[in-house]
């Protein structure tokens, strides 16, 4: 079965989505505003649903680009769940998940891009073959297609973008811009942390390993997620992303996991002043090794932290 997701999406009937998710652990009811678009697979049960949460169904023509990919993907026994203009975007994950019928979840950013045909069927076979993995992840990489600026900031900001993996490996770089989870599993841990407004992606992680299973990075899938595509799109998301980072400190540090830049076993929790003390000698060592670029990321990232411990404290 072929479907053209972009005709869909011409076309698609937007809906007030039912809000009952009564196996979401924390739950945040406060003005729910989204609206869903639901492309049903032609079996009752799909093997995979995949989710997309977002704020205007557009994200710069990233999204109708997507969808063009969703077309392309040799393995079509997937239902498509799109929820449109909540804030909160792990309510609007949730809410999603409580549709689902597919054996798998499947999350894609709005504005994520997805160069392999067969990405969704890569994921699906690992996901059978390997019974103790619970959430798996793809490569994240710099795209050709990408301009100068963009490039250098995957490549100088941690985490933007890594060396594809050869193997699976256990790694803290699953990431929801193209992630897989079991949908039973999912459910179990209570979904997505609805009230923190930054660190979704550690918390889900770590719900997950709690129940003894793995989080993985898979090799041979490839994605590309790009940061803003100028300085004030960048800075200003840094900024925001340190005055989030505060207001977690404050409000619910029980929720600030590390988010290492590397596969392999990490410490979960640093303390606060632990942390602080070495944002400074990080910014020493990125700047002798000529990464300006991050070392303006990151002064910005503290200036919003600072503004932030300010004015939540």
Known sequence: MTRDFRELFAQ????????????????????????CWHVKSENEAPVLS???????ADRGGYFIKLMDSLSQQD????????????????????ICAGMAKGKYLLTVDDDSSLP????????????????????????????????????????????????????????DLAEHPCLIMRTA????????????????DPYLRQVFREEDTRVVVLP?????HLPPETWSGLLGQM????????YANIHSPEWVIETPAEHGDFTLRVPLWKRILR?????????????????????????GFLRGWIKEK
């Open 220 to 224: 041979d899938i490839i994605y590309h």
């Open 50 to 56: 995949v989710i997309i949460p977002t704020a205007d």
């Open 12 to 35: 698609a009937d937007w809906f007030s989505p039912e809000l009952n998710r009564d196996w979401v652990r924390y739950r945040n009811d406060e003005n729910p505003t989204g609206v």
């Open 239 to 246: 900024y925001r992303n340190g005055y989030q980072a505060a």
């Open 75 to 94: 393995m079509q026994d997937f239902e498509l769940i799109v929820l449109k203009g909540d804030k909160r975007q792990g309510r609007g994950i949730n």
């Open 279 to 303: 944002f400074p000698l990080n910014m020493l060592k990125s700047l002798l090794q000529g990464k300006w670029l991050w070392v303006l990321c990151e002064t910005c990232y503290a200036w």
């Open 185 to 200: 599993l999912f459910r179990k841990v209570g979904g997505e942390n609805e009230i923190i407004p930054r660190g979704l």
């Open 116 to 171: 392999d045909a067969q990405t969704f069927s890569k994921m699906i076979k690992a996901m059978d073959e390997h019974a103790d993995i619970g959430m798996a992840g793809g490569n994240n990489t710099v795209p050709d297609w990408a301009t100068p600026f963009v490039k250098r900031v995957m490549t100088q900001v941690p985490r933007r973008s890594w060396e594809p993996v050869s193997e699976i490996i256990d790694s």
